[in-house]
């Protein structure tokens, strides 16, 4: 379909340009173009065709665009003198960015730079933030997330940018609260601060932050050493609307009971693995945040529900996740008595849970949005009939592994939830039935119907045909389905963008062929589907240019031919697991000319000998983590895999006997339950 | 005066009018005996005479007065002491040393004579200018004083093996240290009495020959001074009940407490405690005790080496405090919001560490400068570990201090560690800048261009690291560490006042 539309813009193009012999483009003025550009979102394709249409609207395009997430550095420089605009510029997929490339950016985009974002890239010290400092006095936004390696210094570089206001330091290690302070002391404007997992980090460095940075809105101090001194400094702060501390270990009841003052402003607080409160703690925090909204106590085990009775009705919160805690059925009687305009519940992992606490919650909550019930085992089809004969307006329901209920109960929700989106029934007892009644919720986005052994195309093909919305499909171990079940799919949902078919072991190349027409699609797992050959992976590589990632892990007759497509077509790939599969030499070679490429699983390739993987390695500049059989450990030269490791890639040599044959997916449903048990 | 007279313990006999006006003074100066505290501060505040330890200073009295007591028909209350006394040899002491004492007692005497005289013969004079009276008469005092010591010590020496006992029953020598010059009668009297006493007969032929160590009496100033805020003796049972509620620090409503005032010289002495045998100096009589071992196996007599113990009977005494004497201070008495020092060792401390130059200086950091050379030793011990830096210089041993001064001002931050800026920031930093330059294939256009610019990163990043802690220590005196208040604790030694300045000013 897309392909034929593109061909009647062509060719209506084409019938202007005869009846005026002016290009047509001409008479648009900029206004009328980057009004167009500026909704011209959706595709990053749709942007490449606008600015081949001339060299005006190449112009137009380089002055318009505001944002870029460059794939490779090698042509960092050129992007950046045509799009001398950008200002935010997303480096992410650049896994080797070194001082000398930041300081080519800080001089080139130098003050329209706002925010840049380095998360996960290696290689550039604080040498390179400082330069950026200098020269982009501009910018409001940083991410330096998930370098360990890093330090304070980086942090004092961050600390010299004066408009800074949203920074991002997750995981680095090394970040002590020296660093911390200069970044409080150094960027009064600061709006949003996330040290999650900054280990350095004390109470005296938040402390500081905090009475420094009276603008902050979103604070992060998810496992750091904090205890209670720092929290009066943090409740002080006028404009706190978020506030995350989850596993902070150091934080206990007192922390809160004690608290003289609370945050007015705070809207969202987590305190999931915090796992010293309790329930006097959160009392407290309900009765001094009055406008909280959002509360995280997942895994917080000591926290018993029943303690939110002596709220009464002055609880504004909305949305509480309650995942993993003692959850029992007074305990939700009393939160549904207390927190009346709840939209949103987790309560997944809380083996507590049953029907009767179910039907109480939602008797009180008819206006419930999200509803998550994962792994409460004990919920039966009269929760379901609970659930779907009161919350219609539900958009949201996971309930993996309720292993108690009926195809009955599925049907229900096709029957009473239309609004649904998103819909989680992994290792459910779900039938035909329950599927096609699910054909009734238009509006599915995400249907993750893995592990349920009994459905068969005829419960998917009206999905197929009713929902064309979706998005997410996962038949992960859906035996029953063929390639008729995901024609059906292919036609019917050309918004499809991942689909998870491993160990669909009925799945053939023609399954491939239909998926090809949804070009959105960049996520395909096929793992263990024997029938599939290069053939379907050619066909998929050439049709679904987004492909992104892609799993063949077992997929023996997947063979260079593939490997060759998928290096011509696939130019977004950046994540293939190739374990098992017929690849040689040549194949993985071609591979590695995709520059894209990060993330390569390679265990049990028969065909590929040591010189050819090193080669490989080698040419793949972009490579940050390969996973590799350890017997290659003492085959490949140690220079060659330290040199590869300087470039930012990260070995991991797998110890992995040579599977032979797989046992049935009824085999492994019972062999996975049977470890549940246990 | 008359009442304190009249206190029991105290017998007054006519015969040794020395005796009575020691006696007298003492009283009225320092009602309630003195407690081991008092003695101390008074060892202290007596450090102006520069071969003369109030310790042996009062032993030296004690032992004066038990030689009256053996010479003349008066005793005193039955003492323990006099029997110890009448044991002692006669003849336990250095003729020489003692010879040289009284030389110098009996040059000391003829000035003040001529001086006396010069004051009469001029009285017409003088009536005109009151001033100079007023100097002359102070001069007097002054080297009235000069020979009563030096008299004193001189007697004590005779007597030395029962000093320590002697020293804590009889606190006569007060009186000395403190006359009220306010009190013009006093002075008066001080001048009318003396000279009769010196002139007693049996002690003339002491004063024979002169002493060399007539120099440090030449001072233009009285060398002793102090003051009685409240002229009458003070009432214990008022003492207690007034409390009027303006309370200082420690909840002394002004007047409960006796202020005294030394002189900058006394403050600035370097030794308090002399031997009487060889003159040699020490901070502490302990250490005198020590040292007077050798001089004698008298000395060795575990009377001799005992701690001079409270007076039992005499543990109520007015409360002391004392007052800076420099004009201005709020420490000195004048001051509108005088807050007193507690003991002779505030006053010293206090008076080198506000009002003296700071001599002593780190030999570490170079920087920083201390009066007191405890403050110096302590300051050493940590020089060097204070590893928390701001921005602006200023160091500190701890991070929360860090913190607290960063938190308190605008525009400073964090200083990283030198040591960790310079291995990262110059050394290796610099090989992975040029190792990228050289590794660098194409990915450039123009990697010339580039290569200068980030050569001059570099440069700019070491630059701004380098001089931020030189400069830094220029930026000190800007919070104005000069000027802080450490008075009110002159016992703690601040390396940086900032936490302290916000209540002082």
Known sequence: MEPEKRMDKRIRVDLNLEQNPISPFESLSEEVLFLILDLLNSNPLDRKSFSLVSRSFYKLESCHRRWLTPLRLDLLPSILTRYSSISHLNLTLCSRLTDVTLASIASLLSSSLRSINLSGSRSYTHKGIECLAEKCFNLEEIDVSIRVDLGDEVAAAIGKMVKMERVNMGRCKKVTDLGIGCIAAGCPNLKLLCVKGCVGVTDLGVKLVAVKCRKLQSLDVSFTMITKKCLPAIMQLPNLEEFCMTGCLGIDNKAFVNLKQGCNSLQALDMSNCEHMTDSGVLSILQKCPNLYHLNLASCSSVNVSILSGLKSMCKLGSIKLDGCKVTASGLKSLSNSCISLKELSLSKCPGVTDEGISVIMAKHKDLVKLDVTCCRYITDESLSAITSSCTSLVSLRMESCTKLSSEGFRLIGQHCPKLEELDLTDNDLDDEGLRSLANCHNLVSLKIGICLRITDNGLIPIGQSCPRLRELDLYRAIGITDKGVSAIADGCPHLEMINMAYCTNISDESLKFLSKCSKLCIVEIRGCLQVSSVGISVIAAGCRLLSKLDVKKCCEVNDAAMFSLARYSHNLCQIHLSYCSVTDAGLLALACLGSLRNVTMLHLSGVSPKGLATALLMCHGLTKVKMHSSFKSSIPRALIEHVESRGCSFHWMYKPFQVDFESSELWKQQSHDLFVE | ?505
């Open chain 2, 1 to 505: 005066m008359k009442q304190i007279i009249g206190e029991p313990g105290i017998d007054l006999s006519s015969d040794s009018k020395m005796d009575l006006k020691l006696t007298r003074n003492s009283e009225s100066f320092h009602k309630p005996n003195s407690s081991n505290h008092n003695l101390n501060s008074f060892n202290q505040a007596s450090q102006y005479f520069p071969n003369l330890s109030p310790t042996n200073f009062l032993s030296r009295a004690e032992n004066l007065q038990q030689n009256l007591k053996t010479k003349s028909t008066n005793s005193f209350e039955p003492n323990l002491n006099s029997g110890m006394a009448t044991q002692n040899p006669p003849l336990d002491w250095d003729p020489h040393a003692m010879l040289s004492n009284l030389s110098f007692l009996e040059q000391k005497i003829h000035e003040v004579q001529s001086l006396v005289q010069s004051i009469i013969d001029q009285q017409a004079e003088f009536s005109s200018r009151p001033s100079e009276l007023a100097t002359r008469q102070q001069l007097a005092t002054a080297d009235l004083t000069c020979i009563i010591i030096q008299l004193i010590s001189t007697a004590g020496s005779l007597l030395p093996s029962i000093k320590n006992t002697l020293l804590s029953n009889n606190p006569a020598l007060r009186q000395l240290v403190n006359p009220d010059f306010n009190n013009n009668l006093k002075c008066e009297g001080l001048i009318r009495n003396f000279p009769e006493t010196a002139r007693n007969s049996e002690y003339e032929d002491l004063l024979r020959n002169l002493d060399n160590e007539a120099d440090w009496m030449k001072e233009p100033n009285p060398p002793l001074q102090s003051d009685i805020v409240d002229a009458n003796p003070i009432d214990e049972h008022d003492l207690k009940e007034s409390d009027d509620g303006d309370a200082e620090r420690e909840h002394l409503p002004p007047g409960s407490y006796i202020v005294l005032q030394l002189e900058k010289e006394e403050i600035l002495a370097p030794h308090t405690h002399f031997c009487v045998i060889c003159g040699k100096g020490f901070k502490r009589d302990a250490n005198l005790r020590m040292h007077m071992r050798g001089h004698g196996d008298e000395y060795k007599t575990p009377a001799a080496l005992a701690k001079p113990s409270k007076e039992p009977g005499s543990d109520v005494h007015p409360v002391t405090r004392y007052s800076c004497p420099f004009a201005g201070c709020k420490r000195n008495k004048e001051h509108k919001k005088f807050q007193p020092l507690k003991t002779i060792l505030c006053v010293k401390n206090h008076y080198k560490r506000s009002h003296c130059d700071k001599s002593y200086t780190c030999s570490r950091c170079h920087a920083k400068k201390f009066s007191v050379i405890a403050d110096l030793k302590t300051h050493e011990k940590h020089c060097g570990r204070d590893k928390w830096q701001c921005s602006c210089g200023t160091t500190f041993s701890r991070k929360d201090k860090l913190f607290g001064h960063v938190a308190l001002f605008q525009g400073h931050t964090p200083a990283l560690p030198m040591d960790e800026v310079k291995a990262s920031g110059s050394g290796q930093g610099n090989d992975d800048m040029t190792e990228d330059l050289g590794g660098y294939n194409g990915n450039f256009a123009s990697e010339e261009c580039l290569t200068s610019m980030d050569v001059k990163g570099i440069d700019e990043s070491r630059a701004y690291f380098s001089p931020m802690n030189f400069d830094g220590f220029g930026a000190l005196d800007e919070f104005g560490r000069g000027g802080f208040d450490l008075e009110d604790n002159p016992f703690a030694f601040i390396p940086s006042g900032f936490s302290q300045r916000s209540g002082d000013s």
